[in-house]
């Protein structure tokens, strides 16, 4: 009875083991095919798309250095609220 529940295991691993196999063998054609040239062509042209969106973002967005500090910017405001309120009182 031990010697037929082994036999029994054994052929459960080998049917495991030749379905894993030819799951992988079904697997690997599609994944090393290689990708058609218009693939290709479109891959070229999103990354030149990428290229010119990171030229302009790096120009427009760039940051103001030494233009208005936060002292002058609070500065400016209460100027400006002091102006307003004394414009109110005349």
């Known amino acids: 009875m031990k010697n037929m529940a082994n036999q029994r295991s054994i052929q459960i691993y080998l049917f495991v083991f030749v ?13 090393s095919s290689k990708p058609n040239m218009d693939e290709v062509a479109n891959m070229a042209e999103a ?9 302009y973002y790096s120009q427009v967005a760039r940051p ?23 414009s109110q009182l005349e």
């Not at 103001?64 to 004394?86: P, T």
């Open 19 to 31: 379905a894993v196999l030819s799951l992988m063998a079904s697997i690997v054609p599609e994944v």
């Open 47 to 55: 990354i030149r798309y990428l290229e010119q969106l990171d030229k």
């Open 64 to 86: 103001r250095f030494g233009k208005r500090s936060l002292r002058n910017l609070l500065k400016m405001s209460s100027n400006n609220e002091n102006r307003d309120q004394s």
